[in-house]
């Protein structure tokens, strides 16, 4: 026997229409490319996404066809998120940090019919259009006065302009709730990027699970500030969650150095932000010589790569903000566990309570985690034992975008399939995660691994250090042998042997760095987080003192 309720696709139009229904006078602000202050309401963006989908019918684009963007956190992009979605086409989000010629890669292979920008991309614009064939129309993230004359780009409109023709009032299309809605590429630090490819099932179930209060715990009364980028798994699903509870979204457009992000927060009542540790390390970075105080900001989601614990107790100790250590990845849309504490940890230490703070925290209702070993055979959750993570669950990728060469999925006993996240993480009896390492990145030392997070955390614990990268270095002896590189706070000191000294008592003696390498930046990648693979190219004639 059936249920009998009623049939009513998840579907991203209908976030739109419920936030400019139930919270339209809610307020969408944007720190504009051009510098001002855009401001704008849950509403005007229903508005003008519908434009967008009269644009796109226009154009007679097809179900399914990609429109791609190149464009920082803003309101002109939110409304491409809902009017290309809602429409039934799909949102493709490029990554404006890449290489010029990795973005062609990946226009050239998800299909783009159309590419909207914001005007800082426009030199990237005028280096790739010629080289990617499929885009037939060029849409400047701008007023049209604003639109420079002779740009090269063949047939290039303004977004003003685009949409202005056209009418607000829209239908959206009753679609299957499993189609496409938005796509994006993994970082792809080794071999060619790989596409998520999103539904708008998908988005929707994440959007009600990001908004739990075990999880971002949003609501109606929040002003929500993503840092972390529209372009890298849509925020987050921020865009989506933000209208799903209506409140106050506030873009920081190009702005991202701490000062920027400091004084949107403060001028427009920020309650929560999220971001990579990098961004955070900006805005601690401005805060503390400035004797700056947050005076609404409440919590900050972090994730992406580790949060050093140090960041954790710098936002609790001397600001009152509480920091949600998150984990996720591309291909889970892309929350997976967020570490929030447990009614029993509540009359813990406040020392006691860091250990489990640090962790990437439990698993979100709809995410299925397990660590295995090397045959397959599921570990034990003793919080000690590690293997590799895998994941299942109804946000979670079953399959790239145009998969070759093979499909992501392992099956267990019972032919369920997981994907392999490719992190190495131990589970505690209270189901508390913790990501040892990227597999690849696990330092092995004599038949042990050491854990480079544990080692980078140490280093950036010490008030001298501002970024630590730790990477394994082959050794005659023992396989190989832990180095931390690290970047120096200005003006601030530190020696070799002082920092090595500084490891004592805090790890296993024989997990304590071989040595100490000082660099004066840590490449970073598309997305903020540390590019190993370039660091261990850059330290390809560096040998061990010890080996
Ligand atoms: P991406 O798909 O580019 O977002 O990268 C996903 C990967 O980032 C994960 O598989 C992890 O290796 C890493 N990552 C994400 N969040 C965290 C975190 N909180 N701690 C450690 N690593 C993380």
Same mark, same amino acid.
């Given at each position: ?35 001002? $202050? ?32 190149? =464009? ?6 939110? !409304? ?59 849409? =400047? ?11 090269? $780009? ?298 480079? $997070?544990?080692? !980078? ?35 601030? !000191? ?5 920092? $090595? ?47």
């Amino acid at each position: 026997m059936l249920g009998l309720m009623q049939d009513q696709p998840l579907l991203i139009s209908a976030l739109i229409e419920f936030a400019a229904r139930h919270h339209g006078d809610a307020e969408i602000v944007s720190r504009r490319v051009e510098g001002d $202050i855009h401001r704008s309401t849950w509403r005007d963006v229903a508005a003008r996404a519908r434009k967008v989908a009269n644009a796109l019918d226009q154009m007679k684009l097809a179900e399914s066809d990609r429109v791609a963007t190149l =464009a920082w956190n803003g309101y002109r992009h939110l !409304e491409l998120y809902y009017g290309v979605s809602g429409s039934g086409r799909v949102l493709h989000t490029l990554n404006p940090r890449l290489h010029p010629d990795q973005v062609v890669w990946i226009a050239n292979h998800a299909e783009d019919q159309v590419l909207c920008f914001d005007m800082t991309f426009l030199p990237i614009v005028q280096a790739i259009h010629a080289k990617c064939p499929t885009i037939k129309q060029y849409v =400047a993230l701008c007023d049209a006065d604003k639109l420079p004359a002779d740009t090269g $780009i063949p047939g290039l409109v303004s977004y003003e302009a685009w949409i202005a023709p056209q009418k607000d009032s829209y239908v959206w299309p009753k679609l299957d709730e499993n189609a496409a809605s938005s796509m994006c590429y993994t970082s792809g630090t080794t071999g060619n990027p790989k596409a998520a490819l999103y539904s708008h099932r998908s988005s929707i179930l994440h959007a009600y699970a990001a908004a739990l209060p075990d999880v971002m715990c949003l609501s109606a009364r929040d002003s929500v500030l993503p840092v972390v980028p529209m372009f890298h798994v849509n925020a987050w699903g921020l865009p989506y969650s933000a209208a799903m509870v209506g409140c106050k979204l506030v873009f920081p457009g190009a702005g991202m150095d701490g000062k920027s992000v400091y004084d949107l927060m403060e001028s427009e009542k920020v309650t929560f932000a999220a971001g990579v540790p990098t961004v955070w390390q900006m805005l601690l970075g401005h805060l503390k010589p400035n004797n700056l105080k947050f005076s609404t900001l409440t919590r900050t989601v972090i994730g992406g790569s580790a949060c050093p614990p140090a960041m954790i107790n710098a936002f609790r100790d001397d600001y009152g903000v509480d920091v949600l250590h998150a984990w996720g990845m591309t291909e889970m849309s892309p929350l997976g566990t967020l570490c929030t504490l447990k009614n029993k940890h509540l009359g813990m230490s406040a020392e006691d309570q860091m250990k489990i703070r640090l962790k990437q925290g439990r698993a979100i209702f709809g995410v299925d985690m397990k660590i295995v070993g090397e045959n397959g055979q599921e570990l034990p959750w003793d919080g000690k034992t590690y293997g590799d993570l895998l994941v299942k669950g109804p946000w979670i990728v079953k399959d790239y975008f145009k998969t070759e060469g093979g499909h992501p999925l392992v099956s267990d006993a019972n032919g369920e399939g997981w994907f392999p996240t490719g992190d190495v993480a131990t589970i505690d009896a209270d189901g508390y995660m913790q990501i040892t390492d990227r597999s690849k990145d696990v330092i092995k030392s004599g038949g042990e691994w050491i854990s480079s $997070i544990d080692i !980078e955390n140490i280093a950036v614990a010490h008030p001298a250090i501002a970024m630590a990268a730790c990477i394994g270095v082959k050794h005659p002896k023992w396989d190989e042998r832990p180095v931390v590189v690290v970047v120096k706070k200005p003006g601030a !000191e530190v020696t070799r042997d002082e920092l $090595i000294q500084f490891y004592e008592g805090k790890t296993a003696k024989w997990q304590i760095p071989d040595d100490v390498v000082f660099v004066d930046a840590i490449p970073l990648g598309a997305t903020g987080k540390m590019l190993k693979t370039k660091l261990r190219e850059q330290l390809a004639n560096y040998t061990l003192p010890t080996a």
